[in-house]
């Protein structure tokens, strides 16, 4: 028997948006388990939030043979008192762990004698290998599987990753693991409820430096094929009466043909969906949204990150500041909503490049926006300058809080909040609240905001 957990967010976590959403990660991977004839079950502590007893009280009535849980770096503390909280209940337990966090550095996981394997990458080929190799008994046999790290007499052991080429070998998220009626289903950019998350890509051909994908998925963008995609849309709608798709990951559009294609399927099969995507700015064209309208997308996400040119080169980002208005504009004449996200405390950004930010925010006039602050994890290059040139305040076990010459954690928080609700506040976007919202929910909302 397999059991699958994860830890709860920390408190005060900046990441922390209090919307709990399932488990992709751990859904897709116990999806692949239970294809191959293991028995599993999922903990998502991430929803329950319940006390280290609690699990404790689980891991006794289920008496796992293997316990697999998924780890960030935010929540690296918590995974490793789970493990030994698991360890001294069950000693001969395998524990797994795998997610962003294990992928980028196994050896800060395999230092604790409770975590007994590592997978790095993609979980679901490497974790049925390895589910395999432990009930088969074959402990003492060298392990060769790809994506598995390990100590060996007292030696790390790394397997290089391989990555699944045809994605649709993996069986769709197993969500009749999970109390999908307790989770948030909803998405902020559609008015359709219920509405659910779903990938639809691997791997990113991109080189931001404030991101980690290409460590965890490669560089290669892969995909799920569209009938693939369009029947895990079907299953959603005929299983859990969802009326609504949210398809994350920035390379929606980065295949015409693939997108195109899905759009095709979604208008054959007349599904009563709304939906909405993520996309870069200079992978959307006037044809391909005018096709993606007419299938049913109401909103695009664009990670912009920042108003500044020279910030924008800092992060690798590829795009000028023209081809985002473009892409804007483009959107609001064929009907599309826009979202999009600016990053706020670059290493090296000053008080202009901020204010720059904003202002052409105002520009772009977005449905919706999110000023985030960056905190820079293990596995990008903005991480490891930071680590270098000492650029931080505090450390949180491997999260780094940044410091530059203008502004610590804490005034670029002041700051965030500022242009929140500066943006939240203009009459253009009270406007669109009122619209979206109705009169008396909006009302609603800003007395308890108040």
């Known amino acids: 028997m397999i059991l699958l957990t994860n830890p709860s967010p920390p408190p005060n976590s900046p990441w922390y948006i209090g919307q709990k959403v399932p488990p992709l990660g751990l859904l897709y991977v116990g999806g692949a388990l239970e294809k191959y004839g293991f028995k599993v079950e999922i903990v998502d502590n991430y929803l329950l939030e319940k006390p280290l ?36 209940i069950l000693p001969s337990c395998k524990i797994i762990a795998g997610g962003p966090h294990p992928s980028i550095v196994p050896e800060s996981m395999l230092e604790h004698p409770e975590i007994d394997f590592v997978v790095m990458g993609e979980g679901e080929r490497a974790v049925v290998a390895l589910a395999s190799h432990i009930v088969e008994g074959k402990m003492n046999h060298p392990l060769r599987i790809p994506g598995v790290a390990y100590k060996r007499e007292g030696q790390i052991v790394r397997n290089a990753p391989s990555f699944i080429t ?3 070998e993996v069986p769709y998220p197993a969500r009749h693991l999970v109390p999908m009626n307790l989770y948030d289903r909803m998405v902020e950019y559609l008015t359709a409820k219920p509405a659910d998350l779903m990938n639809v890509a691997r ?16 560089s290669a963008c892969r995909l799920f094929s569209p009938s693939r995609v369009v029947g895990e849309i079907e299953s959603l709608i005929n299983e859990y009466g969802a009326k609504g798709v949210y398809f994350i990951g920035d390379n929606f559009t980065v295949n015409k043909r693939f997108t195109s294609e899905i759009c095709g399927l979604l208008k054959q099969r007349r599904f009563e969906l709304e939906w909405a995507c993520d996309a870069r700015v200079d992978l959307v064209s006037r044809e391909l949204l005018r ?19 020279r910030i924008l080169d800092k992060i690798n980002k590829g795009v000028t500041l023209e081809q985002i208005v473009r892409a804007f504009r483009l959107c609001r004449e064929e009907g599309i909503q826009t979202a999009c996200s600016m990053m706020l405390g670059i290493p ?23 000023f985030n602050i960056f905190i820079a994890v293990p596995g990008s290059s903005l991480y490891e300058e930071v680590m270098k040139k000492g650029l931080y305040s505090r450390m949180d076990d491997f999260v780094a809080f940044v410091k530059t010459e203008d502004f610590d954690f804490e005034s670029i928080s002041s700051i965030q909040r500022q242009f929140l609700k500066a943006f939240n506040r203009s009459p253009k976007q009270i406007l669109r609240r009122v619209r979206r919202e109705g009169v008396a929910s909006f009302l609603s909302k800003t007395l308890r905001l108040s």
């Open 53 to 88: 007893d609690h699990i404790k009280q689980r891991v006794k009535q289920l008496s796992p043979d293997i316990v697999g849980m998924t780890c960030t770096s935010v929540t690296y503390r918590g995974c490793i008192e789970i493990a030994k909280v698991i360890k001294g």
């Open 348 to 370: 090296g950004e000053r008080m202009e490049d901020l204010k720059a930010t904003f202002k052409f925010v105002s520009r772009l006039d977005p449905d919706w926006c999110r």
């Open 166 to 168: 045809d994605l649709d």
């Open 291 to 309: 096709e993606m309208k007419a299938a049913g997308c109401q909103t695009i996400w664009f990670g912009v990150e920042s108003g500044s040119p």
């Open 203 to 218: 791997g990113c051909p991109y080189n931001c430096s404030f991101c980690e994908i290409g460590m965890l998925w490669g």
